[in-house]
């Protein structure tokens, strides 16, 4: 049985599950949706209920029947590598992959359902408020009106995108951001506006779940430090112990959003509370397992190579 | 007018130039010039920054 790992060539995070996986006797196929059609082919038939077939790429040939397990990495734009892109081929590509792919019994880390709610910022924070977590007061609002007072009433607020960083060129960040007191809140009515009760934190905390193992790691925050992700402190990434009240709301939201991964990002104020903030489904691992030693790619690796029930 | 987001925006980090290290469709992974697997030169991949949180694809922007 075969895992199939969607991702791109250049995404060496993979790379470091994949070394695990061949360490493990693990057969695999890498492939690149991006790819799809072109180096990257598929064919598959439906027959008598059901759809048979396989994929293939770099000479490399998987039934559809012998995946074990799926792992949605960084897969590249479907046929964004084709001789004729359009956006029609890669609805076209996309959804003969990922449809032929969700017709199989494989494991999924994430499903692609689960995997696309757990993206949404809002129904993050409630996740996690039911999960246990303690949760900043946030809002998400186009009324300027509403944006002022919920700033007047915590008086530190940050910004932060609700969806992540803006597509196009020239490429542009937006770091969660402490907004200035006397901000003009006029230009909300332009585009949706999240907002949230500033955590004057002493650390950051990036907790990532690989089915039931949780890897975490403490980074020390500078004094007025907003985002952990931006600004060299010096500081580096130690493991830390994980609070079995803290390890039962990551195992009630993992089971609440139907993820097998998950990267969570908290911040730990002065009495040592974790505060959630997000959790991503896809977040980055690997700058963890190199400053910390945390063996998480492998944790990877193992899921994917389990044999077991689709999820 | 923009949206108050916008406001808070910066030009990102440009996507280093990753020249010590390709992709070996043998092995499915990336490998040095000498043929070992990049990911066993862990100082290269802290350097070059391509496991960290803000080194999303342009597909991906949740890290």
């Given at each position: 049985m075969t895992v199939l790992i969607l991702t791109c060539e250049q995404d060496v995070t993979a790379d470091m599950v994949v070394a695990q996986l061949h360490r493990r006797g693990v057969p695999l196929v890498r492939f690149d949706?991006?790819?799809?059609?072109g180096e990257g082919a598929l064919s598959a038939e439906y027959v008598r209920g059901e759809f048979r077939g396989y994929l293939s790429t770099g000479g490399r040939v998987v039934s559809m029947d012998g995946l074990r397990s799926i792992w949605v990495r960084r897969?590249?734009?479907?046929?964004?590598?084709?001789?004729?892109?359009?956006e029609w081929l890669t609805a076209e590509s996309g959804q003969a992959l990922y449809g032929v792919l969700e017709c199989t019994g494989a494991r999924w880390m994430n499903e692609r359902d689960a995997a696309a709610k757990a993206r949404l910022k809002p129904w993050q924070l409630r996740l996690a408020h039911h999960s246990g977590f303690p949760v900043p007061a946030t809002v998400v609002t186009t009324y300027p009106r509403v944006a002022r007072q919920f700033a007047e009433q915590y008086r530190h607020v940050v910004v932060k995108a609700v969806s992540g960083k803006p597509p196009g060129e020239p490429p542009m960040a937006l770091p969660t951001t402490l907004v200035p007191p006397?901000?003009?809140?006029?230009?909300v009515a332009a585009g949706p506006t999240l907002l949230q009760r500033y955590i004057a934190k002493r650390a950051d905390i990036r907790l990532t779940a690989v089915g039931d193992r949780l890897f975490a790691a403490r980074k020390p925050a500078e004094?007025?430090?907003?985002?952990?992700?931006?600004?060299?402190?010096?500081h580096t990434w130690e493991p830390v112990e994980v609070q079995p009240r803290v390890e039962r709301s990551v195992a009630l939201y993992r089971k609440l959003a139907g993820l097998a991964y998950g990267a969570f990002d908290f911040a730990e104020d002065s009495e040592g509370t974790w505060w959630f903030l997000e959790c991503n489904?896809?977040?980055?691992f690997g700058f963890i397992e190199l400053e910390t030693g945390q063996p998480i790619a492998d944790a990877v690796a193992e899921w994917l190579g389990a044999p077991g029930e689709c999820a | 007018m923009k949206p108050f987001a916008w406001n808070y925006a910066r030009p990102a980090e440009l996507a280093p130039v990753i020249d010590q290290y390709s992709y070996d469709s043998t092995l499915q992974l990336n490998v040095l010039?000498?043929?070992?697997?990049?990911?066993?030169d862990r100082t290269l991949l802290a350097a070059v920054g391509t496991t960290t949180s803000t080194a999303g694809s342009a597909t991906h922007f949740d890290d």
């Open positions: 949706p991006a790819d799809l059609p897969p590249g734009e479907p046929a964004a590598h084709a001789a004729e892109p359009s006397d901000t003009d809140f006029s230009d004094p007025g430090q907003v985002d952990g992700r931006y600004g060299d402190t010096g489904q896809g977040g980055q | 010039p000498d043929g070992r697997p990049a990911v066993s």
